[in-house]
Structure formats: structure tokens, C-alpha cells
């Protein structure tokens, strides 16, 4: 997983996000992983949903923000990999910037994974957070005919 499509997007002379480096995370599997929720007041406002995995932050964009009772359902669009260092991120990245608005931690914690992956497209993970807490599951949306996106996912909040 690389930082490529993150970095790109980026002018880091302007905004104040870490410019972040794989060598930042990490290493050691027996630490528990983190997850960072960050509420984005940008062109429209967002929630920006983060695991961590294999040393990067995997990240989707949840419009409507993650739900928080058993069975809601929520789009999340996958986004590029961001630095591991992005999860103490808070702050206003600068009018013509990339994502140019207000991040604020909106959520943060640890979590478990329990089954699947990303690369098979679903997956299920226990999040022990302060707002969120208990089984999630991501399930990647096939794509539709005709469609070039293939980022959406759907983010549910399973039974405990
Ligand atoms: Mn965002």
C-alpha cells in the first residue's frame, strides 16, 4: 500500500496534513490497531472513516457519517491510503487546497479485525471507540454497467 495517490493530491508548502512516510507507522502486529474517524466540513460536509493496515491509514468517505444502530447502513466511498501520522490530524487545510476546509476528530480508538479483508471485499472488525463502538462490516458494492468508480462501499453496524 503507497502513499502515491496522497501525496500527489497534495501541496504540503501549503497545507498543514503530515506529509506522512510508511517509515512513520508502526511495525509490530501484536500492538492493537488504530481507527480515526475525522469529521470534514469541506465542499460538503463528511466523514472520513480510517483503519489502520499493514502501516497506512485505508480510508473511506462516509457522506452521512458511520451509523450507530445495529442494521443502519452507510455509503462509504474507499479514498486513497493516508499516513499513518494522519490520524492525530485536526485542523483547516487552506482555501484551494485539496479537501480545503475544517478536519476535526470526530472518533478514535482501536479495533479488531474478526473476518475477511479488504481484498476479498467484505470484511467484518470490532471498533472500540468512544462513540463507536461494537461489529462493523465494510462489503464492497459490485460495480454498476457503465460505471469506471468501483470505490463504493457499504458500512454497517452489526449485531453484537
Ligand atoms: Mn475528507
Known amino acids: 500500500m503507497a502513499l502515491g495517490t ?16 510508511r517509515a512513520e507507522s508502526r511495525s509490530g502486529r501484536q500492538k492493537p490497531k488504530i481507527f480515526v474517524v475525522q469529521k470534514h466540513d469541506a465542499t460538503r460536509l463528511h466523514y472520513d472513516f480510517r483503519l489502520e493496515m499493514e502501516g497506512v491509514l ?12 445495529v442494521g443502519e447502513k452507510r455509503l462509504a466511498v474507499m479514498t486513497e491510503d493516508h499516513p499513518y501520522a494522519y490520524k492525530d490530524f485536526a485542523g483547516v487545510i487552506p482555501e484551494g487546497n485539496y479537501g480545503a476546509g475544517t ?12 473476518k475477511g479483508s479488504v481484498g476479498k471485499g ?9 462513540k ?17 468508480e468501483d470505490k463504493n462501499w457499504i458500512l454497517t453496524k452489526l449485531k453484537a
Open 132 to 148: 463507536l463502538k461494537g461489529p462493523y462490516a465494510l462489503a464492497h458494492l459490485p460495480s454498476k454497467e457503465g460505471e469506471r
Open 122 to 130: 467484505h470484511f467484518s472488525f470490532v471498533l472500540l471507540g468512544k
Open 103 to 114: 478536519v476535526e476528530i470526530w472518533d478514535h480508538g482501536i479495533y479488531e479485525m474478526m
Open 6 to 21: 496522497y501525496k500527489k493530491k497534495r501541496n504540503f508548502r501549503e497545507t498543514p496534513e503530515p506529509a506522512g512516510s
Open 58 to 69: 485505508k480510508s473511506w468517505t462516509v457522506p452521512k457519517g458511520p451509523p450507530k444502530k
